[in-house]
């Protein structure tokens, strides 16, 4: 990596860390805050949710009919997630202690915390959980995915990635034979050194 590439690499975590800085901000503007990984609402905010929660028959009413046909293929994808997350949990189960490669907590990434809003009704609730469910599967099974490239293939691509992992930027360029057969062993023996969460 360049001192370039670096500095913009730096650069980056410097920003995802302001953005941590305002979401914070704007939580505090919105009444609640993260204790303990419980959520707390100021005195009130729950009340004033409970208000603004839709009724199931008005729900119901103001959604399309392009949602009551649609609704049966966006659950159909349930069959196919709930394999994904059982198979990507054998997988790492076992190759990742083959390679002495820390395992991915599962838990750091599908949450179900958005069925306490009071505001939802359960449909909506219902539906929040679902999609928490499906897109922890996806950020879980993609951290297995690039501990396994790290492992195995620490090269960049030709082409651009769009939205690469985390650990993509700290990849050895395409190309760069020398790198890769002098560092292989060092990504092996970093991924290694991770703390076991």
């Known amino acids: 990596m360049t001192s370039r590439m670096q500095e913009l690499a730096d650069e980056i975590v410097?920003?995802?860390?302001?953005?941590d800085r305002e979401i914070e901000g704007r939580r505090k503007?919105?009444?609640?805050?993260?204790?303990?990984k419980f959520i707390e609402f100021e005195r009130g905010i729950t009340i004033e949710h409970r208000r603004l929660r839709k009724s199931i028959p008005r729900f119901l009413a103001q959604s399309p009919v392009a949602t009551y046909l649609s609704v049966?293929?966006?659950?159909?994808?349930?069959?196919?997630m709930v394999l994904l997350d059982l198979w990507a949990g054998a997988y790492q189960a076992i190759c990742f202690r083959v390679y002495r490669i820390?395992?991915?907590?599962r838990a750091d990434y599908i949450t179900f915390d958005r069925?306490?809003?009071?505001?939802?009704?359960w449909i909506e609730a219902f539906n929040c959980l679902?999609?928490?469910?499906?897109?922890?599967?996806?950020?879980?099974?993609?951290?297995i995915g690039s501990r396994t490239e790290q492992?195995?293939?620490p090269i960049k691509s030709a082409l651009r990635v769009?939205?690469?992992?985390?650990r993509y930027y700290e990849f050895l360029e395409y190309g760069d034979a020398d790198g890769y057969r002098a560092r292989l062993e060092k990504f092996r023996e970093q991924l290694r050194s991770e703390p076991q969460l």
Do not use: F, M, T
Not at 115 to 121: I, T, V
């Open 72 to 80: 049966p293929v966006i659950y159909s994808l349930i069959v196919p």
């Open 115 to 121: 069925r306490h809003l009071a505001y939802l009704n």
């Open 29 to 36: 503007e919105l009444g609640w805050h993260v204790k303990q």
């Open 130 to 143: 679902y999609c928490g469910y499906a897109n922890g599967v996806i950020g879980y099974v993609r951290e």
């Open 14 to 19: 410097r920003l995802h860390a302001e953005l």
């Open 162 to 166: 769009p939205d690469p992992h985390r």
């Open 151 to 153: 492992y195995w293939c």
């Open 102 to 105: 820390p395992r991915v907590k």
